[in-house]
């Protein structure tokens, strides 16, 4: 049986938001902070969205996956993030889960999340 994984990746907030002691009146909340992993230090290769987030996909930076800045803003060097690279969501996929993805996309102005792994988004 696979594991579910649950990754929540949020902009623009507080550390003191999701530290551990976090009380939540949300049935659940508490329950996955009881028994998932918490990282306490993270760093973005870039302090822009649309290249961070393709660096979370794809696991490199800037200057290999070719975004360099937001993909929705003018200017922008690219409006896409290449389909050919790796992402951790086709291998996901290719491993037999089912990928979701909720908010903003931001990784391509004009190709859908289904070219890069994703079965469902909102």
């Not at 550390?15 to 049935?27: E, G, H, I, Q, W």
């Not at 659940?28 to 973005?44: A, D, K, M, P």
């Not at 993909?71 to 992402?87: A, M, Q, V, Y």
Request: charge should be neutral; proline fraction near 5%; glycine fraction near 8%.
């Amino acid at each position: 049986m696979q594991m579910n994984i649950l990754l929540i990746t949020t902009d623009q907030h507080r550390a003191d938001t999701v530290l551990p002691n976090f009380k939540s009146n949300l049935k659940g909340i508490q329950t996955l902070r009881e028994s998932g992993v918490t990282f306490t230090n993270g760093y973005t290769p870039i302090a822009q969205c649309s290249p961070a987030r393709a660096s979370l996909l794809t696991g490199l930076l800037p200057h290999s996956h070719g975004m360099y800045n937001n993909c929705h803003n003018r200017p922008r060097l690219n409006e896409d993030l290449s389909t050919e690279l790796w992402t951790y969501t086709k291998e996901l996929k290719r491993s037999g889960y089912q990928v979701g993805e909720v908010g903003k996309w931001h990784i391509s102005k004009n190709i859908l999340p289904e070219e890069y792994g994703i079965d469902d988004y909102i």
